[in-house]
């Protein structure tokens, strides 16, 4: 059977997968992301917190070793992430760091030598950055805050900064704002939040080029009674519609389903997840605007929700398209059904 990557090459669409941490090691792994993906993202290894172990020193050892690999591949690859704007995933030096006599200066300092010297090491062989990541609480749809932002004036001098920064060190790079509102009636708030983000973005002149989709589907912290979430797919739409209509592209970044409140079953259960992922991907990919769909693991064995909140009936979660030993399921038929 054709690769993920060939059908949907076919209908001019890239597919990939995330590669990192602990499953970039197994050889196996590297092989099926080899065999199915078009492109690759590094799962945590552009990151601050191991690009950036200080404010002096830059690592790109893990991240360099991916690009390496991909381009021995003929991988394309894409970079995620230049800014997580989130207290939570910035090292905690960055809170700490003695800003100084002129904070806004040292912050922005740091910022745009992060961004420039990051995006700039890898200018030729990506050709997509996630700019910058999850700015939005997605409880409240305010801003969120970060170190730098305090000291800079707030969170949309910040972003305008990042991305600005990232068009000068990579020009030819599609610069893209990711976040993980989705199609649930429960994501409305977000969803708004981020259209006003991207509304300012315009106004301001922020050089940005698509926004990414995570599309982290399911219920992730809660049971809902519909399984996998209440979906209200004409508000998704309106919003990809305002998306669309600023001029922006689409991608889906992170594609898995979070199958925690479905039952036990496993043939039942991936049929549900097959369902909702190829339901989800017929309304992405209705947009002409969405060229790339990337997976956040290929394997059950590796996928970043396993140990995430383990399931009540204590079995194995099966979030991705392939299964523990690397066999397609129906999640990767829907996928490749969706092309
Ligand atoms: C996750 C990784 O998969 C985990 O290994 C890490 O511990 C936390 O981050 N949204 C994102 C990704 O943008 O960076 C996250 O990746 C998953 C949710």
């Known amino acids: 059977t054709a690769s993920l990557a060939t059908l949907g090459a076919a209908k001019g669409i890239r597919f990939g997968s995330t590669v990192g941490k602990d499953n970039f090691v197994d050889a196996g792994y590297r092989a099926l992301n080899a065999a199915q993906c078009a492109l690759v993202v590094p799962e945590n290894e552009m990151k601050w917190s191991i690009t950036r172990p200080d404010a002096q020193h830059f ?131 977000h969803r708004d939040a981020v259209l006003r983000l991207l509304e300012q973005m315009r106004k301001r002149g922020t050089p940005i080029d698509a926004l990414g989709i995570q599309s982290h ?36 970044t992170e594609m898995d389903v979070h199958d925690n409140p479905l039952p036990g079953a496993i043939g039942p259960r991936d049929a549900q997840v097959a369902a909702h992922a190829k339901a989800y991907l017929d309304l992405m990919l209705s947009y002409p605007q969405t060229k790339t769909v990337m997976c956040w693991g290929l394997s059950d064995r590796y996928s970043w929700l396993s140990g995430m909140r383990l399931r009540p009936d204590g079995m194995a979660k099966r979030p991705c398209p392939f299964d523990a030993e690397f066999r397609p399921k129906p999640f990767r038929d829907a996928i490749a059904a969706a092309f």
């Open 217 to 252: 589907l399911g219920s992730k912290f809660s049971d809902t009674p519909t399984g996998l979430g209440s979906l209200d797919e004409p508000a998704f739409r309106r919003f990809l519609d305002e998306v669309t209509g600023m001029g922006l592209d689409l991608l889906v």
């Open 59 to 189: 690592d790109f050892r893990a991240a360099d070793r991916i690009v390496d690999w991909a381009d021995a591949n003929g991988l394309g690859v894409r970079g995620h992430t230049l800014l997580w704007h989130s207290e939570q995933w910035m090292p905690q030096w960055v809170a700490e760091h003695d800003y100084g006599p002129n904070p806004r200066a040292e912050a922005e300092r740091l910022l745009t030598d992060h961004v420039a010297t990051v995006a700039g090491r890898y200018a030729d062989r990506i050709d997509s950055f996630d700019v910058v990541n999850e700015a939005i609480d997605a409880e409240t749809g305010a801003l969120r805050d970060t170190a730098l932002s305090r000291h800079m004036g707030g969170a949309f001098e910040t972003i305008d900064i990042a991305f600005q920064t990232a068009r000068a060190a990579a020009p030819k790079a599609q610069l893209v704002y990711n976040d993980y509102m989705g199609w649930r009636a429960d994501e409305g708030l």
